[in-house]
T-cell receptor, first 115, second 116 residues
Framework: GDSVTQMEGPVTLSEEACLTI???????????LFWYVQYPGEGLQLLLK?????DKGSNKGFEATYRKETTSFHLEKGSVQVSDSAVYFC??????????????FGRGTQLTVWP | DTGVSQDPRHKITKRGQNVTFRCDPI?????LYWYRQTLGQGPEFLTY????????KSRLLSDRFSAERPKGSFSTLEIQRTEQGDSAMYLC??????????????FGQGTRLTVV
């Protein structure tokens, strides 16, 4: 079945450090891939997405590239800020699944950035 | 604010009691999802509505759980005879009807249930 494996946290970084959160997936078809972010006390928000192989999603300085050959969608940012402290979830959605738009999530990675 | 709204935000109940949660999706969205999130885990799918039709239910949705979306607008999730294992964050999400299959889902802030 479809699943997402996400790098376990927590991840603690100093401001301006580089960030990589690893995400790999298993899917039967051709999924779309997403990164959602959950700030303290808030709901899940879409951070970025990619719908086909080699697509790069980007937003707020974060990037992730859909790599079909390695079934990966790693999240990267070159210089993190304190305001990036949150929980990050990798997720996939199958294009041909019986439930349109159903998301399969990883376990989440807690990121804390210190000034 | 025209986002997904969930009510209540927090609910504490005694074991064995029934609870009901409400979700108001974004008004033009015809797809509605319920997820459950336990501590340290990602959200897990519970059920899916397209308009008023409940099209899929996860095996996680035991017979103590029931969800409705009577007019294709708001939805309710009821848990009967709550158990301590039901303690979790219950998330609602909605997405629009579109030719693009994998459209972004918009999430509410969730209802945190604590069963004591």
């Amino acid at each position: 079945g479809d699943s997402v494996t996400q790098m376990e946290g927590p991840v603690t970084l100093s401001e301006e450090a580089c960030l990589t959160i690893n995400c790999t997936y298993t899917a039967t078809g051709y999924p779309s891939l997403f990164w959602y972010v959950q700030y303290p006390g808030e709901g899940l928000q879409l951070l970025l997405k990619a719908t086909k192989a080699d697509d790069k999603g980007s937003n707020k300085g974060f990037e992730a590239t859909y790599r079909k050959e390695t079934t990966s969608f790693h999240l990267e940012k070159g210089s993190v800020q304190v305001s990036d402290s949150a929980v990050y979830f990798c997720a996939l959605s199958e294009a041909g699944g019986s439930t349109l738009g159903r998301l399969y999530f990883g376990r989440g990675t807690q990121l804390t950035v210190w000034p | 604010d025209t986002g997904v709204s969930q009510d209540p935000r927090h609910k504490i109940t005694k074991r064995g009691q029934n609870v009901t949660f409400r979700c108001d999706p974004i008004s033009e969205h015809n797809r509605l999802y319920w997820y459950r999130q336990t501590l340290g885990q990602g959200p897990e799918f519970l059920t899916y509505f397209q308009n008023e039709a409940q099209l899929e239910k996860s095996r996680l949705l035991s017979d103590r759980f029931s969800a409705e979306r009577p007019k294709g607008s708001f939805s309710t999730l009821e848990i009967q005879r709550t158990e301590q294992g039901d303690s979790a964050m219950y998330l609602c999400a909605s997405s629009p009807r579109t030719a693009i299959l994998n459209t972004e889902a918009f999430f509410g802030q969730g209802t945190r249930l604590t069963v004591v």
